[in-house]
């Protein structure tokens, strides 16, 4: 997968936010080993778009997320955020820009603070950044309440445990909207809701991108998720990327094996297509202390070859929007070839 | 396995009737906010080879009703009524003493998080050779190999040297196979699996679902896979029960229930999940509301508060399953999808919104989400 690249990469006075050859790299106690979160990752954003970030669990997805808003400053690489190079600023200067960068986490409850009416903890951004007075916040407060769908009058008092996991996430919501940030990083923001209100949180991301006019970068697993909210849709394994495209023409055809062998993995709620039809990708992903050479998803990969060891492929346009790192990619129409029917993974499984 | 010892269990297997008969069973807990009813009368049952798909959202009670069935309830503060009969023999009221001589050898279970259902000071050998000791009782050497046996049957590389390792030094993939192979290795003959894939990556989810199923078909198991994702049952189940607030709503074969569902509910359930076919910022089909608290008396049906056909009746009376055209088809609703009331009683709710959307505000109250 797996590679470097900047083709996908739009103008840079054309985008919002960008990073360009992102490293995260985190050291494996006192080995000298390091963990290869995130390896020369280049994405961007453009005002009012919504990127989905892809990919397993361990593919540094969150991590590239988090690189972005400087938590922490990433090893390598650049993040330029309306004309300012975040990697260069720091303390006080890199405090100013915050408001304007949000994060929305995955788990609703641990994320608000239990002890917290629900006012303050979505009023603590104004406060922090002395924005109008105590009657101008307040009404604030009920605004961004009102339109995450809670009633300011019963919600503004009580404390998240009277809250379900849905309204939580509603109420994280409200908090990054109110400094009127331009980027909201929501990271796995439905992936511990119930799929009734999961749909609900979904449409009301929608409704606070429109009302806002915020732009979005939507990390997750689920790819139905991801297709329904983005734009443009990264595809990312072992901290690299395999492939960038607009999801409705990716997703019907995909040029990288990982991005086939992901859709082919999905549960469909459709009784008449049996799943052992579809073989899912073999083998689990490799450890990102050592991760494999050239292509790094080649180990999994049933169209890999002697040059994917060798060489890591670069990042190449497709037409159409559609961006992939692979030398073999699939032809439109080419299916995934199955794995030798065997689904014992070839590489040693590490944590 | 143990060949001899599945050659008995065979020889003595009646070879009619149901697997697992589960009739009226009730699970209240007692708390300080009131009596929970977690499940709230369930029937259903399974024949040996196949497999049944419970689905529901969190809170719904089909992690309470497996453990219903397996005994693995706590003792205090407990109400249970109702009878489960495992090849006709009545298991419901045994004590967890008695419950054990079912454990391992004739039902047992996968548990949702295979990070914490293993023993992490325990080796991996040990903890299958345990079980096999236990229930079987047979000698150390014959219990290795039959656990190096299993372990290459679920998919697991280099088996011999797994024996030695301890759970952190494998992936959440492994552990979840290790999980597996720990449920079969007394050959049970029912297997519980609890959202076996919740935990995991969609690839290795599609992973382990094969290995159950082939495991399943091996072995001629029953199987009760409880999910919240029905997109997980669709191929793999043969019948598959949505439950709701602790009852079950509808019941079909799992083509029967996809192309022909009557329940609200399950319409609403398979309209909220975001499809790969359909296109990007497509609007989603929400379920209004949340699930219903289960403490306290229940008053018409549970689903009315959130549901698109609910009628002033939906509101009075509680609405008992009632067979469907298909043979096995059931489901509890006064006003079934695609039939004329439904069709009806969908067209009047309609009407009264559009009359009155313009007088109120659209604010969701709480409650919502």
Redesign the interface.
């Known amino acids: 997968m797996a590679g470097s690249g900047t083709a996908h990469m739009r103008p840079e006075n054309e985008t919002l936010l960008r990073a360009e050859g992102l490293v995260v790299e985190f050291p494996v106690g006192r080995t000298g080993l390091k963990v290869h979160a995130v390896s020369d990752v280049s994405i961007d954003v453009i005002e009012g778009e919504t990127v989905g970030l892809v990919g397993?669990?361990g593919c540094g997805k969150s991590t590239t997320g988090r690189a972005l808003i400087q938590l922490p400053h990433p090893t390598g690489g650049r993040v330029v955020f309306d004309g300012l190079d975040l990697t260069s600023l720091d303390g006080e200067a890199l405090r100013q820009v915050r408001p304007k960068l949000q994060m929305i986490f995955q788990d609703p409850i641990s994320s608000l603070n239990p002890r917290r009416k629900v006012e303050e903890i979505v009023g603590e951004g104004l406060r922090i950044w002395n924005i109008g007075d105590d009657a101008s916040r307040q009404a604030k407060v009920d605004e961004v309440l009102?339109a995450v769908?809670?009633?300011p009058a019963?919600?503004r008092g009580r404390r998240p445990h009277q809250?379900?996991g849905?309204?939580c996430?509603?109420i994280s919501i409200a908090r990054a909207v109110i400094t009127d940030p331009k980027v909201i990083i929501c990271d796995e923001p439905v992936s511990a809701l119930?799929?009734?209100?999961?749909?609900?949180?979904?449409?009301?991301l929608?409704d606070m991108k429109e009302r806002y006019g915020l732009t979005l970068i939507f990390i997750a697993?689920?790819?139905?998720?991801v297709?329904?909210?983005?734009?443009r849709v990264v595809v990312m394994y072992l901290g690299k990327i395999c492939e960038v495209g607009?999801?409705?023409t990716m997703?019907a055809q995909p040029a990288h094996p990982y991005t086939a062998?992901?859709?082919?993995?999905?549960?469909?709620?459709?009784?008449?297509?049996?799943?052992?039809e579809?073989p899912?990708?073999?083998g689990?992903?490799p450890s990102p202390v050592a991760p494999p050479s050239g292509c790094r998803f080649r180990t999994r990969c049933p169209k890999a070859q002697e040059l994917c060891a060798a060489e890591e492929p670069i990042i190449r346009d497709l037409g159409g929007g559609q961006y992939v790192a692979c030398h073999f990619p699939l032809a439109p129409g080419e299916a995934l070839p199955s794995s030798n029917g065997s689904?014992?993974?070839?590489a040693?499984?590490?944590? | 396995m143990s060949r001899k010892s599945r050659a008995e269990r065979f020889a003595d297997a009646p070879g009619d009737g149901a697997l697992l008969e589960v009739e009226d069973v009730k699970t209240y807990f007692r708390t300080e906010r009131g009596t929970v009813r977690a499940v709230d009368g369930v029937s259903f049952s399974l024949e040996r080879g196949k497999t049944l798909g419970i689905v529901g959202e969190s809170g719904c009670g089909k992690s309470v009703l497996s453990r219903s069935v397996m005994g693995l309830l706590p003792k205090q503060n407990l109400i249970r009524e109702g009878s489960i009969k495992f090849e006709g023999s009545e298991v419901a009221n045994l004590v967890q003493k008695d419950m054990q001589r079912f454990w391992g050898t004739q039902m047992s279970m996968i548990f949702q998080d295979p990070m914490t259902s293993l023993n992490p000071v325990m080796k991996i050998g040990n903890q299958i050779t345990e079980s096999l000791r236990y229930h079987l009782d047979v000698d150390k050497s014959f219990a290795r190999e039959t656990a190096v046996a299993l372990l290459a049957s679920v998919g697991i590389p280099e088996p011999k040297r797994r024996l030695s390792e301890y759970p952190h030094q494998l992936s959440g993939g492994m552990r979840q196979r290790v999980m597996i192979a720990i449920a079969l290795a007394c050959g049970p003959k029912l297997l519980f699996a609890d959202e076996p894939t919740t935990a995991l990556d969609v690839t290795v989810q599609a992973q382990i679902l094969d290995l159950l199923q082939a495991q399943q078909r091996e072995r001629f198991m029953g199987m009760i896979l409880v999910t919240h994702d029905l997109g997980v049952v669709a191929g793999r189940a043969d019948d598959i029960a949505v439950m709701y607030a602790g009852r079950i709503v509808e019941k079909a074969s799992a083509r029967t229930l996809f192309t022909e569902m009557r329940h609200p509910y399950t319409e609403a359930l398979m309209k909220s999940i975001p499809k790969l076919s359909d296109k990007s910022h497509t609007r989603l089909a929400a379920i209004a509301g949340r699930p219903p608290d289960l403490v306290g008396e229940r008053k018409g049906c549970s689903f009315a508060a959130r549901c698109p056909y609910a009628q002033p009746r939906c509101r009075e009376e509680d609405p008992t399953l009632v067979d469907g055209a298909t043979l096995g088809h059931q489901y509890a609703c006064f006003f079934p999808v695609g039939t004329p009331e439904g069709r009806e009683a969908l067209a009047r709710n309609q009407d009264a919104l559009d009359t009155t959307v313009d007088a109120t505000d659209t604010t969701v109250t709480p409650g919502v989400g």
Do not use: T
């Not at chain 1, 297709?227 to 734009?231: A, E, G, I, Q």
């Open positions: 397993e669990s009102d769908g809670l009633d019963v919600a809250f379900s849905g309204q996430q509603r119930d799929v009734s209100v999961q749909a609900q949180i979904l449409n009301l929608e697993h689920d790819l139905a998720v297709k329904n909210v983005s734009d607009p999801p409705d997703f062998g992901l859709l082919a993995a999905i549960p469909i709620p459709d009784p008449s297509l049996r799943p052992e579809r899912p990708l073999a689990e992903i689904s014992v993974p070839s040693s499984p590490l944590g």
